[in-house]
């Protein structure tokens, strides 16, 4: 499925921080940063991902911080005050 036509089912850009700890030095943190179109506020994309992280990936999870836009939205409309006519 197109990423429009999934915008359009009101999926929206979801980015996650996830802070881990490294499994060589499990008192340091490491960043990474995830993105995809996603459903508010359920997240099933996310969580899949985040499952699949903590089934195959040594580096335990730390904390999850989420932000989420809508990038399709209805047109808004700015209505002018005055009007001007050049000949």
Request: with cysteine.
């Amino acid at each position: 499925m197109s990423d429009l036509s999934l915008m359009l089912r009101d999926y929206r850009l979801t980015t996650a921080e996830i802070l881990y700890h490294l499994p060589d030095h499990p008192a340091l943190l490491q960043s990474y940063v995830w993105q995809q179109l996603d459903i508010a506020p359920r997240f099933p994309v996310l969580n899949k991902f985040l499952d699949f992280w903590e089934r195959e990936i040594e580096g335990k999870l730390h904390s999850v911080k989420i932000a989420s836009s809508r990038l399709v939205i209805p047109a808004q409309f700015v209505y002018c005050k005055g009007e001007l006519r050049i000949h």
